[in-house]
Each structure stands twice: as structure tokens, then as C-alpha cells.
């Protein structure tokens, strides 16, 4: 099997704290080595190219580990052994090692015929890179606390030449790689809390948490903070957008008094006109009264609009594509949140989420070069390396920059958050993980049909949540939302 290692796509993919999931049947060196490339794309996009040697041992340990369970699998059954049965685990295990390495491919094969796979993941978000193992051999009781017990080992070894003359089971390798592993995290200032060994399912699950440097997260919140900061072309709202916002605000304001200054602006009058009349709102006839249309769209309903309208207006420079997105992300939230949660305080929230969940990445897009370059010294003072730049403009922390935009610009709590964490549902306040979870698989659906993403980079617990257990299920619902949403893009265009 050879793995095509596509650096833009992988990059992209790190940027935009999406998951990266490779399957295979077998681990072999080549496999080893490409996975090892990868792992150098995820590293240098965070500035951690230096912990690349330990990261790359641990990656390789957890990897033999789990072409090592599901080989001893099919040899056991190839056997007539009971991997269960200590006497037979015994027997079996003396020759184990001699047998397969000397008939690999034939195990491989046995593998695959037997629908053994492994499964690599590599997901980078916020500060933190996690890496995972997966194989479909469960781990017994047994092997599970083996396994513990070595870490247990290790905690009090501090050198590869204590662990070398530690009493180790010696039947298997995996009894000295698991104690070099967690003596790797040590070089690296992790303990061995960073690595975890646990059942999902029917599968085995070997996971590495790597946090990134304290001092690189750091460099990026200041560099993050040092951009919208300087941004010029960021003032605030335009007057009249924070005049109506003020307006909605009173509780003594008539809605025709705000109607009436909604329709001194030609845009915004357009823009509201348009939305009412669009299938989120399934109106039985089309709208014409500016009056009508407030009643329709309800005060918060407007107060949202006004944001995205705002937003589009300061930073809109012909990004045509990226507001696109942003417009189908927000119907299929809106969506969502109507067919599957049934809130409907949920309804606004998710659509100006979703329209605005990328607003960090428009502000590299109205960047003057004057800010470009001194970004670039920032980054070049801090040590920070030549290419981090650029990794910013092209995505990495774009949800944190949006966010501090947003509330740069006085923006509600509830807006910045979804904003803050439309990548990352799983660190999002409980409070408004509905949302931001709406949001985020919305994003996904869209990155989907526009084959940013596949099926398997979804997080498992959204798609649960959402009740989606297979692609089919995905599938069936995406064709309904494209058929919708192509159905109101067509009556609005005639």
C-alpha cells in the first residue's frame, strides 16, 4: 500500500483543525516512513519540527503495537489457539515472533482477508496535537492491564539504560517500546498522562495528547491579538448599522420608526428584503414592506442580520467564494437546528454563526502590506520561523482572530463563542455547545460537498448527536439539503 502524501492538502487540513484519518491492513517500514512525513507537516505548521525524533518513536511504538495485536490474532486462529486461555496464550506466544516474521506478507494477507485494519489519526486544535492509533484486535483484560502495568514501570525511570536493565516480560517487544515511549514524553516535558490505551467498541484505541509549547501559543495569541489590533480598515460598525443596533435595543423604539431607518439604506434594505423572502422563512407569499418584514424577522432575528450585514460591509473585498461558503453553511445550520434540535432560540444563532464563522480568514484578504510586514518581524523576533506567517494567512487560528474581532466590534457573547470554537464543538462552553456543534457540522457538510473533507474527519460524537451513524445516512441528508438550497438559490436568482 503507498499512501499519497499531498503536502498542500495535508496542510490545509492542520490549518483548519480538521482531522486527518489514514486505513491500512498492515504497518510496514514504508508505511512507518509516511507516516512519519505526515507527522513533519503537522509539527512544522505549529513550529514543533525539534520534538519531531521522539513524536516520530512514539508514533512508530503505537503503530507496531497494533499490526502486532492483529497479527496475533489471525496466528491464533491459524493455531487453533485460544488467546483467551493462559496456557494456550503461553504456547502460542514462544513462537509467535519467529513464525510471522518469517512469512510476513502471508500474515498480511491473512490480515486483510480477515478484516483486520489499523487506523491512523492526526488532529490538531488549539494547542494541542492528538494522534491515534486504532485496531480492530480488542485488547483483552489481561493485556490491558500488561500494559499498564509497564507505563506503572516506567514512572520511575528516568534513562533508556534503566529501562534496558528493568525485569521486563521479555515474551514480547512491546514491553520495553511502551516504557522508551513514555521516557520519550519525558524528553519532552509530558508525563505519561500524555499517552492513553482504552477499548471503543470493538476497537483498540492508543492515543498521544501533545500540547504545544507554552511559549508558541503564546507567540500566536500575541501575533493573533497584534493583527486585529493594527488592522486599520477594522473601525467600528458603520454609523447607521450602530444606530439601528441601539434602536433595537430600547425598549421604547417603535418597529416602524426602525423600519424607517432600515430604508435609508438601499443594501440593508435589499439584504433584509432577501432573507425574509428565502425558503428559511417559507413564506406563502413574497414581502415587500420594509414594516412586514421586521415583524417577520423579529427583533433578534434583525439585530443578527445587522452584524452580518455590518461585517460584510467593513471587510468584504470581492471574496466571493468564502461568502458563498459562509451563505450555505448558514442554511444548512439553520436547517439543522430546525429538523434536528427543534429550538427555535437556536435558530438565529446558528445562522449568524455560520455566516460569520470565518471572518478571521477574510481579514488576511484586507491586509495592507505595511501589516504584513510587521507581522513578519513579530514572528521573526520571537523566533517564531519564516514560515508562520503565512501559515497564519492561510488559516491556523483564523477561529481565534475572528473571535477578537468580534469582540473588538462589541459583538454578543453567544456570537463570539460560536465563532472562537466553530472548529473545536468539543472544548465550546456546555452551555452553547448546541450551537456551536450546529455550526461546525454544518461547516463540515459544506466542506464535504466541496470535497474539503471526507466522512471519516467528521467527529463522531456531532454525527451521534446528530444521529447520523453511517455515510449513507450523511449522504441522504446532504443531498436534501443541496436539493433545498439549490430550489431557493434558483428563486432568488429568477
Known amino acids: 500500500m503507498t499512501i499519497n502524501i499531498d503536502v498542500p492538502k495535508i496542510q490545509k487540513i492542520a490549518r483548519n483543525s480538521l482531522p486527518l484519518i489514514i486505513k491500512t491492513h498492515k504497518i510496514n517500514h514504508e508505511i512507518e516512513e509516511q507516516m512519519e512525513q505526515i507527522l513533519l507537516i503537522f509539527l512544522e505548521e505549529f513550529g514543533q519540527k525539534e520534538i519531531l525524533a521522539q513524536i516520530s518513536y512514539c508514533l512508530r511504538e503505537l503503530l507496531v503495537n497494533a499490526n502486532k495485536a492483529n497479527t496475533k490474532r489471525v496466528y491464533f486462529i491459524e493455531k487453533n489457539l485460544d488467546i483467551e486461555d493462559d496456557d494456550d496464550y503461553q504456547t502460542g506466544m514462544e513462537s509467535f515472533k519467529s513464525d510471522?516474521?518469517?512469512?510476513?506478507?502471508?500474515?498480511?494477507?491473512?490480515?486483510?482477508?480477515?478484516?483486520?485494519?489499523i487506523k491512523i489519526g492526526f488532529h490538531a486544535v488549539s494547542d494541542k496535537l492528538t494522534i491515534t492509533v486504532?485496531?480492530?484486535?480488542?485488547?483483552?483484560?489481561?493485556?490491558?492491564?500488561?500494559?499498564?502495568d509497564r507505563i506503572a514501570r516506567s514512572r520511575a525511570l528516568n534513562t533508556l539504560e534503566e529501562?534496558?536493565?528493568?525485569?521486563?516480560?521479555?515474551?514480547?517487544g512491546a514491553g520495553l517500546g511502551l516504557?522508551?515511549?513514555?521516557?520519550?514524553?519525558?524528553?519532552?516535558?509530558l508525563n505519561e498522562d500524555a499517552f492513553d490505551l482504552d477499548v471503543d467498541g470493538d476497537e483498540t484505541v492508543a492515543k498521544l495528547v501533545i500540547p504545544f509549547s507554552e511559549i508558541h501559543k503564546e507567540n500566536l495569541t500575541a501575533l493573533s491579538k497584534e493583527i486585529v489590533k493594527e488592522i486599520n480598515e477594522l473601525p467600528q460598525f458603520p454609523e447607521n448599522i450602530v444606530q439601528l443596533q441601539k434602536m433595537i435595543d430600547d425598549p421604547e423604539s417603535e418597529i416602524t420608526d426602525i423600519a424607517r431607518n432600515i430604508a435609508m439604506d438601499m443594501s440593508l434594505t435589499a439584504d433584509l428584503l432577501k432573507i425574509v423572502n428565502s425558503a428559511q422563512y417559507m413564506l406563502s407569499k413574497k414581502v415587500d414592506s420594509i414594516t412586514e418584514a421586521v415583524k417577520l424577522v423579529g427583533l433578534r432575528g434583525l439585530k443578527n442580520l445587522l452584524y452580518s450585514y455590518g461585517t460584510q460591509k467593513v471587510l468584504n473585498s470581492g471574496l466571493k467564494e468564502l461568502w458563498t461558503h459562509s451563505n450555505k453553511t448558514a442554511f444548512y445550520a439553520y436547517a439543522l437546528a430546525k429538523n434536528y434540535i427543534r429550538k427555535k432560540e437556536l435558530l438565529d444563532d446558528v445562522y449568524i454563526g455560520a455566516i460569520l464563522h470565518d471572518i478571521g480568514k477574510v481579514v488576511f484578504f484586507n491586509a495592507h502590506p505595511a501589516l504584513v510586514g510587521k507581522i513578519s518581524?513579530?514572528?521573526?523576533?520571537?523566533?517564531?520561523?519564516?514560515d508562520i506567517f503565512e501559515a497564519l494567512s492561510a488559516g491556523l487560528n483564523h477561529a481565534e482572530i475572528g473571535a477578537l474581532i468580534a469582540e473588538k466590534w462589541n459583538f454578543p457573547d453567544d456570537l463570539v463563542t460560536s465563532i472562537r470554537y466553530h472548529?473545536?464543538?468539543?472544548?465550546?462552553?456546555?452551555?452553547?455547545?448546541?450551537?456551536?456543534?450546529?455550526?461546525?457540522?454544518?461547516?463540515?457538510?459544506?466542506?464535504?460537498?466541496e470535497k474539503e473533507i471526507s466522512f471519516?474527519?467528521?467527529?463522531?460524537?456531532?454525527?451521534?448527536?446528530?444521529k447520523i451513524s453511517a455515510e449513507k445516512q450523511f449522504n441522504t441528508l446532504l443531498n436534501k439539503l443541496m436539493e433545498i438550497y439549490?430550489?431557493?438559490?434558483?428563486?432568488?436568482?429568477s
Open 486 to 493: 439549490s430550489k431557493e438559490s434558483n428563486v432568488e436568482k
Open 179 to 189: 516504557v522508551i515511549l513514555v521516557l520519550m514524553l519525558k524528553k519532552i516535558g
Open 163 to 172: 529501562a534496558m536493565t528493568s525485569v521486563l516480560d521479555s515474551s514480547e
Open 134 to 148: 486504532r485496531n480492530n484486535s480488542k485488547i483483552s483484560t489481561k493485556e490491558h492491564m500488561r500494559a499498564y
Open 456 to 466: 471519516e474527519q467528521i467527529s463522531k460524537t456531532v454525527l451521534k448527536f446528530f
Open 423 to 449: 472548529h473545536d464543538p468539543m472544548t465550546a462552553p456546555h452551555e452553547k455547545w448546541e450551537t456551536v456543534a450546529t455550526i461546525y457540522f454544518a461547516n463540515c457538510i459544506a466542506n464535504y460537498e
Open 377 to 386: 518581524a513579530l514572528a521573526k523576533d520571537r523566533e517564531m520561523g519564516k
Open 100 to 117: 510471522t516474521l518469517s512469512n510476513i506478507e502471508h500474515y498480511f494477507k491473512k490480515q486483510q482477508e480477515a478484516g483486520l485494519y
